[in-house]
């Protein structure tokens, strides 16, 4: 996925050994189930807030677990239901490209962030494609939908500074917020 971001993070290296703690690594959640976030605002509010403890507190597992939750179990099944035949052969290989070692790759992001305790997750849900809030993509992929879902979107910042995350698009689909990416290949060749 390509995740934007700027000078939230320090400069420098990659956390050396955290690929290899985290292939290591048991179950992070313990005897406990994975924890659950309702389909709301608020919910993936709270999910990024969670996720956001995990990394002030250094907990790279649980930060992983986190990063893990976002992906995509049956993206092919998700994209043809949601979006047709025709359409998901084009967002199926995008999403594919775009999640490549996603959760090593957020977890590693996560974990780099200066003052994770002041940041702060701004959740924003969209509906319909002429929703003020959607983003150009976020209005193409609701155009195209066969079978309607709404679209989150997530800027994680510190107030007052310019730095942010952003990520877009998520789902809700099977009791968890799913990450589906930009969905640029929404977009037909030439238009």
Do not use: C, H
């Not at 490549?100 to 002041?118: A, D, V």
């Amino acid at each position: 996925m390509d995740i934007r971001y700027n000078t939230i993070m320090p400069r420098g290296s990659f956390i050396a050994v955290l690929s290899a703690v985290l292939l290591v690594a048991g179950p992070v959640f313990g005897q406990t189930s994975r924890p659950s976030y309702p389909d709301t605002v608020e919910g993936l509010t709270q999910f990024f807030k969670d996720m956001l403890a995990a990394t002030a507190a250094k907990d790279q597992n649980r930060v992983y677990a986190y990063a893990q939750m976002l992906t995509l179990p049956k993206y092919k099944e998700f994209f043809k239901k949601t979006f047709g035949d025709e359409v998901s052969t084009r967002l199926i290989p995008e999403y594919e490209k775009g999640t490549e070692n996603f959760p090593l790759k957020f977890t590693r992001l996560f974990l780099q962030l200066k003052t994770p305790k002041e940041l702060t997750p701004v959740v924003t849900r969209v509906e319909g494609a002429d929703d003020v809030n959607a983003t150009i993509y976020q209005r193409l992929a609701l155009e195209a939908m066969v079978d309607p879902v709404p679209l989150y979107s997530v800027t994680i910042s510190k107030p007052g500074a310019s730095g942010t995350i952003q990520l877009w698009s998520l789902v809700y689909i099977d009791g968890a917020f799913r990450l589906v990416g930009k969905m640029q290949a929404i977009r037909v060749a030439g238009s």
